[in-house]
């Protein structure tokens, strides 16, 4: 009997095993050969063969004959690979998207079946697949890309590509089955700055600063920048985590544009969602994000030493209001479009009690003018320190003081639409700068000069070497080029390198000419960069525009914020609005030429002597006047900041009561209690200079007086607001000092 027992055990134990075994079988994915690679009339089809390919549980690689079956060992480094390595990389990708739910590969999915499809360029031979990196699908089944060699020699190519894969994989596995249609098809440019955003998330070192220090002061998603405008992703990510982010990708509608479908599925108001996208912004002034940031700040810093067009837009500049001191406006090219920002640094006075701000927008540019802003202080190790709360009216007066540790100061200001995204499939981002709402605005500003107005000893310091002050101006030049005396180059401008500079040229504002040769009367005005170029007569280079490797002449005139290369331009030809033209070589020599090239076609201009109110070049916004001073006038100065800055705590009592002992003080005030015999609950809250809360605390009526300990604030003015049980409340001013 008890053998008889053992028997069926040792029976039940195999069928058990052998269920399991089964289970383990139809749990592994299959491969997936592409149809192309099936077909011997093509040149990579007839090398296809089995002994050139290498599997892992979700991948399979594919190369030619041209490395043979022992690729790690070819002759030739280039095309050199270790295929296991290779698939030991992917597998790390494969998880690690897995685990910030990008990857679905839950039964039932052809993710779950079919293994990823690898396929190595340049093995093929002259007459085979050849190429860089590019990723999507094959036949519709799985997710697919062809990469060279040379891309997988860390893993931020693949991770780019292989994101690509997942996307044409989410629309073959989750909205087809859903009904949904394709991802995405008004706005392609989601597709690489997503795919940079994955490759982000595994490779921090991968991130690059110039895409959106350069091109901040457009419309998110704007196709100029199409790779590197991942920092909006990285935001959601660190404030949201990763899954509204595949959401995106998942929920879509087909022709949505990327933020009106983060706006829709996050369930925002309007005003919310503009709250959002400023928090966003915000964290640009000092690259906020987390485990990225310190790789951004990293190359922010490099490329202002060496990236003209880093140099140029990094900090965006106001114009000083002819005739005043204090008062500044940003240029309409230079204006945020909405959603974009500007980020100014503030350059504190330090006899100054507070750095304070009268923002006032031009509501009358167009219907959808708004803005949000607010101050960001930075620490002296580049990290941020502290945000000042969010504003959005059109007109206030704010107020910010850097503490203890902190170096820094800037104003960022964000367009933000009062009552939708105007960017959709009707007004894509291609139709570009004359189609594009911006948002300007002015501010008076005490206690602090911005960028570009300061002492000029002190602006684009890491240039001022090797050189002298032009005697002309007071502009500084380098001792390696030659500016004759008739020359004016202004106080903030700047001309280094191995420039060649005559006749009436005039070099103002913080316009930079480097390694250039001009003559006659040309003019480099406003935020202007001209770089490896030779102008003549009347040519002039304006506005926040940028010239590399032009020749201009004539009454030609490169302006708003446009960027030209390689290109001769003379007669009346005039390029702005955002156009790039960056031609290997053309020429043109009249008409206004605001609308934009296509970068993927390399046209040359229209040159068709359209003007500037031609139907393509005419601007959405309205024209708009200065304000006069009385409109930008403060009521806040440092003799009244106090009362002034009361009002903006919104003290019901709107009145300030100064019975706090002792005051100033080092620790310890004592506030007065209005009702000493109740029992009700106390509540105070102290705000700093700003106005913003930074302690809340809650305490029970003691005698007549409370005490509030302010030993572990930095030294400042701060107030006090005491309610009781929401009904009454009273503010207190006091000023900490050690």
């Known amino acids: ?55 892992t549980d979700n991948f399979i690689l594919i190369w030619g004959e041209t490395v043979g079956v022992d690729p790690k060992n070819y002759s030739d480094p280039d095309l050199q690979f270790d295929p296991v390595a290779v698939l030991d990389t992917m597998e790390y990708i494969y998880k690690k998207f897995k685990d910030n739910d990008f990857l679905d590969d839950s039964p039932g999915t052809n993710l779950s079946k079919y293994k990823i499809v690898i396929v190595m360029y340049n093995t093929w031979g002259p007459n085979g697949a050849q190429g860089f990196a590019n990723g999507g699908d094959v036949d519709g089944v799985i997710g697919a890309f062809w990469v060279h060699p040379n891309g997988f020699r860390d893993g931020g190519v ?39 955003y994955m490759r982000n998330l595994l490779y921090p070192k991968a991130v690059g600063a110039w895409g959106m220090d350069v091109y901040h002061l457009e419309t998110w998603g704007d196709w100029k920048n199409t790779y590197e405008n991942y920092q ?59 485990f990225w940031g310190k790789y951004f700040r990293d190359y922010r810093n490099n490329d202002l030493k060496s990236n003209w067009l880093s140099v140029q837009s990094t900090w965006n500049i106001l114009k000083a209001v002819e005739g005043s001191t204090n008062r500044y406006f940003m240029p309409i090219e230079q204006a945020p479009e909405e959603y974009a920002y500007n980020v100014i640094p503030l350059h504190v006075e330090s006899d100054s009690c507070a750095v304070i701000v009268k923002f006032k927008g031009h509501l009358e540019v167009n219907e959808h003018a708004g803005w949000r802003y607010g101050f960001v202080a930075e620490k002296t190790s580049g990290e941020v320190s502290r945000y000042s709360e969010t504003y959005n009216s059109d007109e206030k007066e704010i107020h910010f003081s850097l503490e203890s540790g902190e170096s820094k100061m800037y104003l960022v200001v964000m367009g933000a639409p009062k009552t939708n995204i105007t960017t959709n499939s009707n007004n894509d981002t291609w139709k570009g700068y004359p189609k594009h709402y911006r948002f300007p605005y002015e501010v008076s500003i005490l206690g602090a000069f911005p960028e570009g107005h300061q002492n000029p000893d002190l602006f684009r310091t890491n240039f001022r070497f090797d050189g002298h002050k032009h005697a002309n101006g007071g502009g500084w030049v380098s001792n390696s080029s030659n500016v004759e005396s008739s020359v004016f180059v202004g106080p903030h401008a700047m001309v280094l390198g191995n420039c060649s500079i005559s006749g009436n040229v005039v070099i103002d ?37 940028y010239a590399e490797n032009v020749k201009m002449s004539g009454n030609s005139i490169i302006g708003m914020r446009a960027k030209v290369y390689n290109y001769t ?48 070049n005419k601007d959405v916004n309205n024209t708009y006047t200065q304000f006069g001073d009385s409109e930008m006038a403060m009521k806040c100065n440092c003799s009244n900041l106090p009362d002034c800055i009361t009002t903006a705590i919104h003290d019901t009592n709107q009145h300030l009561v100064d019975f706090a002992t002792p005051n100033p003080t080092s620790s310890w005030v004592s506030i007065p209690n209005s009702m000493p015999l109740s029992e009700k609950s106390i509540k105070y809250e102290i705000f700093n200079s700003t106005g913003m809360v930074i302690k809340t605390e809650f305490g029970s009526s003691q005698g007549s007086y409370l005490k509030i300990n302010l030993g572990d604030l930095n030294d400042g003015i701060y107030f006090i607001r005491c309610s009781e049980d929401g009904l009454y409340s009273k503010t207190y001013s006091v000023v900490k000092r050690n």
């Open 1 to 55: 009997m008890a053998k008889l027992l053992i028997g069926l055990n040792h029976k039940l134990i195999l069928l058990v095993m052998a269920l399991a075994f089964q289970n383990i079988v139809c749990a592994q994915k299959v491969v997936y050969i592409p149809n192309y690679l099936k077909d011997l009339n093509n040149a990579d089809g007839k090398q296809f063969s089995w002994d050139k390919t290498y599997e």
């Open 158 to 196: 693949a991770a780019h590509e292989f994101t690509h894969s997942l996307q044409a994989q989410n629309n073959i596995d989750y909205r087809a089955t859903h009904g949904l249609g394709g991802s995405w098809y008004n706005a392609g440019i989601f597709w690489e700055t997503h795919a940079n």
């Open 232 to 290: 909006l992703l990285m935001a959601i990510h660190l404030s949201e985590g990763p899954g509204i982010i595949s959401k995106l990708w998942r929920e879509s509608d087909s022709y949505e544009y990327p933020l009106q479908a983060y706006k829709r599925l996050s369930n925002y108001t309007q005003s919310q969602f503009n709250d959002s996208l400023f928090h966003y912004a915000r964290r640009m002034a000092t690259y906020d994000f987390d």
């Open 509 to 545: 504002h913080t316009s930079i000419v480097v390694n250039a040769n001009l003559t006659d009367n040309v003019k480099v005005l406003d935020n202007g960069v001209v770089f490896n170029s030779d102008l003549s007569e009347n040519a002039e280079v304006r506005g926040h525009s």
């Open 569 to 616: 331009l003379s007669g009346t030809a005039e390029v702005g609005g955002d156009v790039i033209v960056y031609n290997e070589n053309g020429s043109c020599d009249n008409g206004v030429q605001y609308v934009l090239t296509n970068y993927y076609d390399n046209k040359l201009l229209d040159c068709d002597g359209k003007t500037a109110e031609s139907p393509q």
